[in-house]
């Protein structure tokens, strides 16, 4: 028997905003909406081969640099394109103390979470 990772947690202080920007990103779509937070996911929803992300709101500011982050990998289109992509849905570069020397870009949604795009291109599911 083993686990699998089922849903990801993201405290924020605007679910709305940043579940649109994650659809867009991911290409999910809004799966719930609850008092305590709205999901996204897949459109086949939960329990997929993704898990879904849980948008949390609190009133806690987000306090340094996060100890997991997400990776991301673009499924259409080379790294660069996918750079401009989430660059203009308001993502925006964040040095986290890389040299610069690195196959991939260390971003930020628009409340400051860290995530990294990746060189390689992977199929859609």
Known sequence: MACRISELVIDCHDAEALARFWCEVLDH??????EDGIEIGPREGFGGAQPTIILSPTEEPKQGKLRLHLDVNATDRDQDAELDRLLA??????DVGQ??????YVLADPEGHEF????????PL
């Open 89 to 94: 849905l308001g993502a925006r570069r964040v």
């Open 116 to 123: 990294c795009l990746l060189k390689a291109r992977i199929d």
């Open 99 to 104: 040299s610069g020397e690195e196959p991939w």
């Open 29 to 34: 779509v809004v799966l719930d909406r609850q």
